[in-house]
Structure formats: C-alpha cells, structure tokens
T-cell receptor, first 115, second 114 residues
Framework: KAGVTQTPRYLIKTRGQQVTLSCSPI?????VSWYQQTPGQGLQFLFE???????NKGNFPGRFSGRQFSNSRSEMNVSTLELGDSALYLC??????????????FGPGTRLTVL | AQSVAQPEDQVNVAEGNPLTVKCTYS??????LFWYVQYPNRGLQFLLK??????LVKGSYGFEAEFNKSQTSFHLKKPSALVSDSALYFC????????????FGAGTILRVKS
C-alpha cells in the first residue's frame, strides 16, 4: 500500500499570506490528523477529521483550519501567516475507529517557512 | 490533562550495546502508548504501541518496550544498538476517550557510535 503523501514538501511564504497544505491518507483510512512540529514547542496536535467532519481540535488560533473530502483526502489552511507559523506540518492517517487504539501513520511533512 | 515526559534530551550508546530510551506518562484513564522514530527531514515512523495485555511489546526493527503501570513508564529498548538506529525518538500517549489526538514527549536524540 502507498503511504501517506503530503504536498507540497516545501513552501516559502511571506507574512500575511495564506497557505494550503494537502494530505492523501493511506487507502482505506478514514481519519486524518494534522500536527505542527517546531523546535520550541515540539509536536502539537492541530485537528482531526473523520468522514468530512472535524472530530477533535487542538489549541491553535482560528487562522488554522482544515477540511476533509469524501475520498478522505484532507487540506489544512493557514491564513494571515506569522513568522511563528514556520514549522514542519505533519499529516497522519488511521482507520478512524475512534477507540484510541488505531495506529497513526505519518506522511513526510510539509516544511513551511514564513519570511 | 495527559502528558508525556522524556527525561533525556540525548542518549549515547556504543554499537552492539543495549539501549534504553525513557518515557513516563501522566493520564487519567487507561493509557494507549506509542513510540515513533524520526530521521532527518522525514516524517514519523511507527515503532510499536501498548494498548492492553502483555506488558512487553515487540515492535519494528528489533525494538521493544516495557509498560510499567506502577511506575507510569513505557521505556523503549533494544538489545543491540546499530549505528543506523541513530535518530530522534518520540513517545506519545492517547487516552481512549480523546479520539485520535496524540500527546507527544519532547523527543530523545539517540546517537549510536561505532
């Protein structure tokens, strides 16, 4: 099976712009979660989508949003970019049973640099 | 709130020696515990998980982890380290009622020297 794919792999934006990142989960996986990884804050949960609905949300401002399509592919959007948004954004997919026992499989990430 | 602590920023071990990467957790309820590894410029690779049952969990690449409920620990171990094991290791916890949200530790850099 193909793994989780994320596009693009690298992005450079300037402050105030917005950005959209894409994630294609493993075939058959219905849950997609997003995480932000920075040297200072480590790995932090952004949100989870299942069946096109946000099922869980982390403590991030409303500038961070996401959506999921009927084929389980997901996008996340960051509006009004700030320098502190520079990070590696990781997408993870899982079956989505919701019981907490699923294994999440991560994509390679999108490296976002905000100038 | 659930949390994970990895008390060592870095662990150094000689190739062929056993390695241990430590993890302790704090949760309310039954913990579901995970170990992931990250190589430079890569995403996270799943190593193993503890859900229930046998306290010794075996995973990928010869790694194993021991769940200790009384000490609230989930240390990652390998009997014989390889230079290729050098990477960043993350312990994570998920509580069953919280969907798929993972709470990660800060990570431990493992350096294996030949």
């Amino acid at each position: 099976k193909a793994g989780v794919t994320q596009t693009p792999r690298y992005l450079i934006k300037t402050r105030g712009q917005q950005v959209t990142l894409s994630c294609s989960p493993i075939s058959g996986h219905r849950s997609v979660s997003w995480y932000q990884q920075t040297p200072g804050q480590g790995l932090q949960f952004l949100f989870e989508y299942f069946s096109e609905t946000q099922r869980n949300k982390g403590n991030f401002p409303g500038r961070f949003s996401g959506r999921q399509f009927s084929n389980s592919r997901s996008e996340m959007n960051v509006s009004t970019l700030e320098l502190g948004d520079s990070a590696l954004y990781l997408c993870a997919s899982s079956l989505g049973t919701g019981r907490g026992t699923d294994t999440q499989y991560f994509g390679p990430g999108t490296r976002l640099t905000v100038l | 709130a659930q949390s994970v602590a990895q008390p060592e920023d870095q662990v150094n071990v000689a190739e062929g020696n056993p390695l241990t990467v430590k993890c302790t957790y704090s949760v309310s309820g039954n913990p579901y515990l995970f170990w992931y590894v990250q190589y430079p410029n890569r995403g996270l690779q799943f190593l193993l998980k503890y859900i229930t049952g046998d306290n010794l969990v075996k995973g990928s690449y010869g790694f194993e982890a021991e769940f200790n409920k009384s000490q609230t620990s989930f240390h990652l171990k390998k009997p014989s380290a390889l230079v290729s094991d050098s990477a960043l290791y993350f312990c994570a916890v998920r509580v069953g009622t919280d969907g798929n949200k993972l709470v990660f530790g800060a990570g431990t850099i493992l350096r294996v020297k030949s």
